[in-house]
């Protein structure tokens, strides 16, 4: 090593040994404190979940699809049961689409025979299609809409 920077290091570590700030930072001494553990399950922690701000729609076309009124009701049943409901029970009889709900067939008839229903009954056939027994108030005749309809 050259004499001069020897000299100039010597004369630094002097200077270190002799500031009491510098004697402290070279005393520090490190301890290491341990965690408590109140489980002896290990969790990892829950870290910041930033909620989603695409700049587009991964879909372009959402699948909702609003469903007619013709969609909902299929065709009318004619049988002789069904029939025989119409005369005793003011009840109209319908195939309805199996995903319709009880609200959407009632909103359905009232809107394409304007007809106020008492109440719906659905059931699920043997082949795999819904039945809906659809009651009319006392105020509607079930005869005459099924003559509307063309049914009788």
Request: glycine share 2%; with cysteine; proline share 5%.
């Amino acid at each position: 090593m050259h004499k001069s920077k020897a000299k100039n290091l010597r004369i630094c570590l002097d200077h270190v040994e002799q500031s009491p700030q510098a004697r402290r930072a070279m005393k520090t001494i490190h301890v290491k404190h341990h965690k408590i553990r109140k489980s002896v399950h290990f969790h990892l922690p829950k870290t910041l979940r930033t909620k989603r701000k695409p700049r587009f729609p991964r879909k372009v076309v959402s699948n909702i699809k609003h469903k007619e009124d013709f969609d909902i009701i299929r065709y009318p049943v004619t049988t002789e049961s069904a029939m025989r409901k119409i005369e005793n029970l003011n009840t109209l009889v319908f195939i309805v689409d199996l995903h319709a709900s009880k609200p959407q067939i009632k909103r359905a008839l009232q809107r394409l025979y304007s007809v106020k229903c008492r109440d719906v009954n659905t059931l699920i056939t043997p082949k795999g299609q819904k039945k809906a027994y659809v009651r009319l108030n006392p105020e509607h005749e079930a005869i005459d809409i099924a003559n509307k309809i063309g049914m009788v």
